[in-house]
């Protein structure tokens, strides 16, 4: 699926890369776990970064100054 998947615009998130499987099994197993019980009506999004949408290549990698 990984190959499929590599042209589909994932080298424009932010984190340039499909996630790999023990990844999400951690945050199910977190969302599963006594850790997580504060969280309630929550969202987990593990889309490394796909969300925010496409990250302009100079800006990948350069702290920002303040």
Known sequence: MAATMAGAGVG????????EPD????????????????STGSEFIADGGLLLGPVPQHERGEAIVA
């Open 12 to 19: 424009l998130s932010a984190i340039p890369r499909i996630a």
């Open 23 to 38: 990844e999400i099994t951690r945050l199910v197993l977190f969302v599963a776990s006594d850790e997580a019980s504060f």
